[in-house]
């Protein structure tokens, strides 16, 4: 047996996690990454045309500057910028800069949701390039100027991309997965940018190094604070109640609602409940096949609210959006999580407003750090806006 193997498509060298056929090995950690891989080809410098009906703030037209130079000189990046900052508009400068060097361009994400919203979003804004997405069941086209990918179909490009756009980071299941991160790291051969919101620690740390870099950006483009969440508290009997009160109140101001709940079991059980009383809505989460056509038929407002699991925290953009976090105090409600699912509210110019409610029966530090957090970056916005 070679104890010294090391896995091509990985970099996995855990003899725990290799095993052999007929005494050659074979690696168990990434066994079900199966499929077509794209054979690099010589590509030539390209116009990229940037089509916006809008102009960046000030802040973005800075950070975009700052990324393009940083590429320019090799260094990757970590942009640390609140929910709602617009990362995607940060990005397109520099996305236009690496195509007309005739740049292989990546910008990837964790989940595939996020991954098919971006890829409608770019194919507008780069309507002169070619731009594919490619995820689980969507593999015929791999290659474009932009190729807009889940994190899992990185495994398909060897050292294919010079650029590399990562947003997302701190999302599951890219978060702490070493086997996503090593693939991210062979399909590369250039340089990166990683985006999000609320990066951990941890990566935060590993950007402060010499030759790396962080830029941050603690407002929205609208320049309006972060919805602050509200905390109701009651003993577990009642919180349904409370719920079905507040989601009322909101459907007769005709505000759509996303009520989220935090298992899968849990959101379909508060959809069934609220179904009784107030049949205008539906659900989704992850195995929910069709979650696709509701979610544009809730955004034409087919549905005056979703239940939904936290499938919706990243990504999602919907005007007017209210938002009511059901059992807030549930362990898989991070910090983090919170903050982006806090983030969905007032993401529009026109609707830079609404509620953001924790529904609980206890108190978390996970909430409280939460609401600490969106009041630190507010705090920030109000100093920028005082030094205008």
Do not use: W
């Not at 179909?153 to 702490?176: N, V």
């Not at 830029?215 to 009642?238: A, E, G, M, V, Y």
């Amino acid at each position: 047996m070679n104890d010294s193997f090391v896995c091509p498509v990985c970099g996995n060298r855990d003899i725990n996690s290799i095993g052999y056929i007929h005494g050659k090995p074979y690696c168990r950690m990434c066994i079900s990454f199966k499929g077509e891989e794209v054979e690099k080809k010589h590509s030539y410098p390209k116009k990229a045309p940037i089509f916006l009906n809008y102009e960046l703030s000030i802040e973005q037209e800075s950070l975009s500057d700052d990324l393009v130079e940083n590429y320019k000189k090799g260094i990757d990046t970590l942009v640390y910028a609140v929910t709602g900052s617009g990362k995607t508009e940060i990005s397109l400068q520099l996305i236009q800069y690496a195509i007309n060097c005739g740049e292989k361009v990546a910008f990837a994400l964790p989940r595939r949701d996020v991954c098919i919203e971006l890829y409608n979003r770019l194919k507008d804004i780069f309507k002169e390039n070619s731009v594919t997405s490619v995820y689980g069941g969507h593999t015929s086209h791999l290659e474009g100027d932009i190729v807009v990918l889940t994190t899992h179909q990185l495994y398909r490009y060897k050292r294919y991309f010079s650029l590399i756009i990562l947003d997302e980071i701190d999302a599951f299941p890219f978060k702490d997965n070493k086997v996503l991160y090593a693939m991210f790291l062979e399909s590369l051969c250039g340089h990166y940018v990683m985006m999000s919101a609320t990066p951990p620690a941890e990566t935060i740390s590993f950007f402060s190094k010499k030759g790396k870099d962080i830029l941050s950006l603690q407002t929205r483009f609208h320049r309006h604070p972060l919805p602050t969440p509200i905390i109701f508290l009651s003993k577990k009997p009642l919180l349904f109640l409370m719920l079905a009160r507040k989601l009322d109140e909101f459907i007769k101001n005709k505000k759509p609602v996303f009520v989220f709940a935090p298992t899968i079991e849990e959101c379909e059980l508060t959809y069934h409940m609220l179904n009784l009383i107030m049949p205008s809505g539906n659900y989704v989460h992850s195995k929910r096949e069709n979650r696709k056509e509701i979610i544009s038929a809730f955004r034409k407002g087919a549905f005056t609210y979703l239940v939904t699991t936290s499938v919706l925290e990243r990504g999602v953009t919907v005007k007017d959006l209210q938002v009511i976090v059901y059992h807030a105090d549930h362990d898989l409600y991070t910090s983090g999580v919170l903050v982006q699912i806090a983030g969905r509210v007032g993401r529009k110019i026109d609707a830079p407003e609404g509620e953001v409610i924790y529904l609980a029966c206890k108190k978390t530090k996970e909430m409280e750090e939460s609401i600490r957090n969106i009041k630190e970056s507010n705090k920030a916005l109000q100093n920028l806006l005082s030094r205008d």
